[in-house]
């Protein structure tokens, strides 16, 4: 059964630093890889998807990797500011073995605070 | 341009009481997924449809739950006999079918059930 693990929890850092936020994964056996930014009160919004086949995408400030065999990604926020403050998501497509891969699995999300 | 929207925004309702969700959908978005978020827990899919079939309704809780798809745009999840621990964030999402699908969400609705 595939679990998704996110770490830290909670982050807080002052504006400017770079900073990482980890997802953790059980099954290697992947269709793609999701991070979202949940903003409170508000839906979330996709901002990096990564396929099976893809080690790293990249926008903007952001940068993703995926480590489909250590079952690990990382979401790289450089130069943090006040208005990346949300909580961060991961989410896991499995792979089409996987029966109905339609659902993705979800972490429990790093709620980050950029401090001014 | 409109993104996905729901409504209501916010729902209390008593125990025992019925509610209805609905999702409008990205027009020509084929892919329309139901989740619910809990305090403290992750997103829990519910269902998901394709045009206006579920092929997976592995995720509805209960069969208090019910959810259908009409013109293969506007969703609606009912909710029959609320107990409070339906109490959540309802999320709605819609996809184009492809190779990226990448999920769009609304902005959810938040269900308190007193």
């Known amino acids: 059964k595939q679990e998704v693990t996110q770490i830290p929890a909670a982050l807080s850092v002052p504006e400017g630093e770079n900073l990482v936020l980890n997802c953790s994964f059980t099954?290697?056996?992947?269709?793609?890889l999701q991070w979202f930014r949940q903003d409170p009160g508000k839906g979330l919004t996709s901002l990096l998807l990564?396929?099976?086949s893809q080690r790293e995408q990249t926008s903007g400030r952001l940068n993703a990797s995926l480590d489909k065999s250590s079952g690990r990604s990382t979401l790289y926020i450089a130069a943090s500011q006040p208005g990346d403050s949300a909580t961060y998501l991961c989410?896991?497509?499995?792979?089409?073995?996987?029966?109905?891969?339609?659902?993705?699995?979800w972490g429990l999300g790093t709620s980050l605070a950029v401090n001014p | 341009g409109a993104g996905v929207s729901q409504s209501p925004s916010n729902k209390v309702t008593e125990k025992g009481k019925d509610v209805e969700l609905r999702c409008d959908p990205i027009?020509?978005?084929?892919?329309l997924y139901w989740y619910r978020q809990s305090l403290g827990q992750g997103l829990e899919f519910l269902i998901y449809?394709?045009?206006?079939?579920?092929?997976?309704k592995s995720g509805l809780p209960s069969d208090r739950f019910s959810a259908e798809r009409t013109g293969g745009s506007v969703s609606t999840l009912t909710i029959q006999r609320t107990q409070q621990e339906d109490s959540a964030v309802y999320l709605c999402?819609?996809?184009?079918?492809?190779?990226?699908?990448?999920?769009?969400f609304g902005p959810g609705t938040r269900l308190l059930v007193l």
């Open positions: 999402a819609s996809s184009y079918q492809g190779v990226q699908e990448t999920q769009y």
């Open positions: 027009s020509g978005h084929t892919a």
């Open positions: 449809f394709q045009g206006n079939s579920a092929p997976d």
């Open positions: 099954d290697s056996a992947i269709y793609n």
């Open positions: 990564i396929q099976s």
């Open positions: 989410a896991v497509r499995p792979g089409m073995g996987a029966g109905n891969n339609r659902k993705l699995i």
